[in-house]
């Protein structure tokens, strides 16, 4: 797991940097629509890194988070099917990239939609459920954008503002455990990344 502590050490960097900010932004905006690492960990390092600045970041993540959202709802909009209403080949590149996203599972989430709607959009925007997934499936199904868009800035917000606020009035309580038990921490991330493709396969 050294490489890992390794790559801690070189985010929790970002903090000191002028880029560190935007850098924050966008791996928050892409996570939401295509990238896979959720921007959590660069938000966590920052905000550990300059305290004073935690809720700034947490707001700054839910925002670019909330972009990146609209953005994958486009991709599924404007770019998942063609004239004919069969996949795209953009369409069939997200099938083959993202683990467990089959063409099963893309239907099964339709009926998701169709039975809860904004909590469908809400709980993959606040949990460990890859959130990219759900972006760009309500695009292609057209879900209603406005809804689409309010449970996603709830959803995220609360997420990244709960991290970032947490940090702020208990920052080196937190830095000390992450310190203390970052290979377990990081051995648990994984699992939940994890268990979020495992949740949308099996029981969605």
Request: proline share 4%; glycine share 8%; charged share 15%.
């Amino acid at each position: 797991m050294q490489w890992v502590r390794d790559l801690y050490d070189w985010v929790l960097k970002w903090s000191e940097s002028k880029y560190g900010t935007g850098a924050l932004v966008v791996m928050a905006f892409a996570e939401a629509s295509f990238f896979p690492i959720p921007p959590d960990v660069l938000l966590i390092a920052l905000a550990l890194g300059a305290r004073n600045k935690a809720i700034r970041y947490g707001i700054l993540c839910s925002l670019g988070s909330i972009a990146g959202a609209m953005f994958g709802f486009g991709i599924g909009y404007f770019l998942w099917w063609t004239n004919s209403n069969e996949f795209s080949g953009l369409a069939q590149f997200f099938f083959d990239i993202v683990p467990g996203f089959t063409h099963d599972l893309f239907f099964r989430i339709q009926e998701q939609y169709n039975t809860w709607n904004f909590w469908v959009i809400f709980t993959a925007g606040f949990t460990p459920i890859p959130f990219k997934i759900f972006t760009v499936t309500a695009g292609a199904f057209n879900i209603n954008f406005p809804m689409f868009l309010i449970a996603s800035t709830i959803s995220r917000s609360a997420r990244f503002l709960l991290v970032s606020g947490l940090i702020w009035k208990y920052g080196e309580p937190i830095r000390e455990f992450i310190d203390r038990y970052f290979n377990k921490l990081a051995i648990l991330f994984t699992v939940l990344l994890i268990g979020g493709f495992f949740i949308i396969r099996y029981f969605i």
